[in-house]
């Protein structure tokens, strides 16, 4: 699976969990506007750091999470690169 | 066999609360610097009964910087985490006035800072496994009456009360309790030091005329740690024979 299709797919999988109701996933849809709250964010990215193996925001100073969709996705393909 | 990490949990309290959780049927990991002669019979006697019930996992919990690697072996090595009970801490005394600068630091350190990230890379774990999950945090009485000597102390056993009560208000959507067990004076070596006068003082003041001991502090984690503690969170559960009553 692309870093794409696992940080997509783990989005979707945690929303079903959470039952927070997704729009479809584009890359300009703003993270915060898609139904999924801090909380949710949280267990993406530990998720994700178990399927990659890598966390980009543990690395930063200040955790800031990025704006959109498509903006996440890159810091992971950023990292796992 | 679910695991529970009890840090501290070679000696005094911790050595009584892995022992308990072992004998309750989970696999109880207990964090310290060292072994030591007492930890390792319990060891055996455990693997008499049940087999990989009681293990050691060697880590200073004053190397802050390292928590996340460590918690990542004991993934590794034991599988989804369960519950953590954070129990190791200094129980440094001393006039405020006249306490050295860095044993107030060192306090803290072990004492707040180091569970807080403990719990911080126990709860992602928890997170990735999905099925909830169990925070037990050691504080005191004395994190809400008041004891001379013990301000410094005091103060780390109250920030773990307010850290329990926030943080299970953030986690508990995803099943994971968080609680605070808060017991009375315990004889052990952290409280070796304490003058017989004062200890009698204690006994006295206590509505049971007892002090409880560390088989007691066990019972109440291990309460919190089980399935049927599922609705409890954000709360004190305190074992000190009346002494705060
Ligand atoms: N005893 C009481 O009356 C009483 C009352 C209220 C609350 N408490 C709380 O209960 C908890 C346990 O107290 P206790 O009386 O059982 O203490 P204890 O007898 O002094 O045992 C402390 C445990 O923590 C471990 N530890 C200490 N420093 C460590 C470090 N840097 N890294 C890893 N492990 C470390 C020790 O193992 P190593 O030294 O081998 O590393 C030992 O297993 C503490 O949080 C204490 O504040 C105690």
């Not at chain 1, 949280?42 to 990659?52: F, K, P, T, Y």
């Not at chain 1, 800031?64 to 890159?74: D, R, S």
């Not at chain 2, 990490?5 to 696999?27: E, M, N, P, S």
């Not at chain 2, 304490?194 to 049971?208: E, G, V, Y």
Request: charged share 15%; glycine share 10%.
């Amino acid at each position: 699976m692309t870093v794409r299709a696992t940080v997509e797919a783990t989005i979707v999988a945690v929303a079903g969990e959470h039952a927070k109701a997704l729009p479809p996933l584009t890359d300009d849809l703003p993270l915060l506007d898609s139904g999924l709250d801090s909380l949710c964010l949280a267990v993406i990215v530990a998720r994700l750091e178990d399927g990659l193996g890598v966390d980009p925001f543990s690395t930063s100073e200040e955790a800031v999470l990025p704006v959109t969709v498509g903006e996440f996705v890159k810091l992971y393909e950023d990292a796992a690169h | 066999m679910r695991n529970v990490v009890v840090t501290g949990g070679t000696r005094g309290l911790g050595i009584a609360i892995a022992r308990k959780l072992a004998a309750d049927g989970y696999r109880a990991i207990a964090v310290a610097r060292q072994q030591n002669d007492h930890f390792a019979a319990c060891v055996q006697q455990a693997e008499a009964t049940a087999p990989g019930s009681l293990r050691f996992a060697a880590f200073d919990l004053n190397d802050i910087a390292f928590i996340p690697k460590f918690v990542a072996s004991l993934s590794e090595e034991f599988g989804p985490l369960h519950g953590l009970v954070n129990n190791a801490g200094l129980g440094t005394s001393g006039i405020l006035a006249t306490l050295a600068d860095p044993q107030i630091e060192r306090l803290l350190r072990l004492n707040v800072t180091s569970p807080i990230t403990l719990t911080k890379y126990a709860v992602r774990a928890m997170m990735v496994g999905g099925a909830g999950g169990r925070i037990v945090n050691i504080s005191s009485v004395v994190a809400s009456t008041g004891y001379s000597g013990l301000s410094v102390y005091a103060a780390s056993k109250a920030a773990l009360a307010g850290f329990t009560r926030s943080l299970a208000r953030e986690i508990g959507p995803l099943g994971i309790t968080v609680n605070c067990v808060a017991p009375g004076f315990v004889d052990t070596d952290m409280t070796g030091g304490m003058k017989p006068a004062q200890r009698a003082q204690i006994i006295r003041r206590s509505a049971l005329r007892r002090l409880p001991d560390a088989k007691d502090v066990a019972a109440a984690v291990a309460f919190l740690v089980s399935d049927a503690a599922g609705n409890v969170t954000g709360t004190t559960v305190t074992v000190d024979a009346g002494n705060t009553a």
